[in-house]
């Protein structure tokens, strides 16, 4: 029963831990795909997840994201 436990445990830490795929190399990018897309700006919690992370470059490419978005012709 403690195996288990500890198990579960194990994988939910891992489960936690941010991924490659996560934290990129290019944060202009991923900050113009968030807001592209309509993704809240996330640089502090990328921060937080990842190292090396550049939040001035994210939040930079999330605001001209925002300015790409599409519209629905002036609806």
């Known amino acids: 029963m403690?195996?288990?436990f500890l198990f579960?445990?194990?994988a939910l830490l891992l489960a936690g831990c941010?991924?490659?795929a996560d934290c990129p190399d290019d944060w202009y990018a991923r900050g113009w795909s968030d807001g592209r897309?309509?993704?809240?700006?996330?640089?502090?919690?990328?921060?937080?997840?990842?190292a090396g992370v550049d939040v001035a470059?994210?939040?930079?490419g999330w605001r001209d994201g925002q300015t790409a978005k599409p519209t629905l012709g002036g609806m």
């Open 2 to 4: 403690r195996a288990t």
């Open 37 to 50: 897309y309509g993704a809240l700006a996330q640089g502090d919690l990328y921060a937080r997840r990842c």
């Open 8 to 10: 579960l445990g194990a």
């Open 18 to 20: 941010a991924t490659g």
């Open 57 to 60: 470059a994210y939040n930079t």
